[in-house]
């Protein structure tokens, strides 16, 4: 079966720290990722997208970036955080864009002071 | 106009009620539309998804209305357990799915 993991669950950085934060899937092959934000009482708003190893779709303009290393690995980094950063980040897979369901990880949970 | 809209509320409701959800998106081309559940602090998880003859899952109903872009989810004889927010979500071709933001439900004891 296919399993969804991100790291860490919790997060405090101060304002102008770097972050890096990781996804990993296993039991399925080239799968679509992303990677969502969802700030407190809103929804979730698409960060980044990738259909293959190395390919990046950006969804919304920011301080943030993102890589995928390998097929089941989707990494999320900034240089400097920002205040507004702090929220819920999480990721996910499908397997099409198109796809209906998009699996979820756990998520973490980042606080910028 | 946001692409995907719904009443954020609460919903606060007694146990055995029965509630309704209204979403309505922008986009007529989208193919595809779901119902999310998400707990609090948890991550989203489908629900069902919703099909243009309309389809139930025991006590959820979930209706399309293509001509209006609406879609609704119907639960009935409501549980505490159904206390979280439901996310509408749609896509289009070749385009990740959309969510709203969201409606919270809390089901009164």
Not at chain 1, 7 to 29: D, H, N
Request: net charge positive; hydrophobic share 35%; with cysteine.
């Amino acid at each position: 079966s296919q399993t969804i993991h991100q790291w860490p669950a919790t997060l405090v950085q101060p304002v102008g720290s770097p972050l890096s934060l990781e996804c990993t899937v296993e039991g399925t092959s080239n799968p679509n990722l992303y990677w969502y934000r969802q700030a407190a009482g809103r929804g979730l708003q698409l960060l980044f997208y990738s259909v293959g190893i190395g390919q990046i779709s950006s969804e919304v303009p920011q301080n943030l970036s993102a890589s995928r290393p390998q097929d089941r690995q989707f990494i999320l980094s900034s240089k400097k955080l920002l205040l507004s950063d702090s929220g819920f980040y999480l990721c996910a897979w499908s397997v099409g864009l198109e796809a209906g369901e998009q699996f979820f990880g756990p998520g973490t949970r980042l606080t910028v002071l | 106009r946001k692409e995907v809209e719904q009443d954020p509320g609460p919903f606060n409701v007694p146990e055995g009620a029965t509630v309704a959800f209204n979403c309505t998106y922008s986009n007529s081309a989208s193919q595809s539309f779901f119902w999310y559940r998400q707990d609090c602090r948890k991550e989203p998880k489908l629900l069902m998804s919703v099909y243009s003859s309309g389809n139930e899952d025991g006590r959820f109903t979930a209706q399309l209305n293509r001509a209006s872009q609406y879609i609704s989810l119907l639960i009935r004889d409501s549980k505490l357990s159904d206390s979280a927010t439901y996310l509408c979500v749609v896509n289009g071709r070749n385009t990740p799915l959309v969510f709203g933001k969201g409606t919270r439900l809390s089901v009164i004891a």
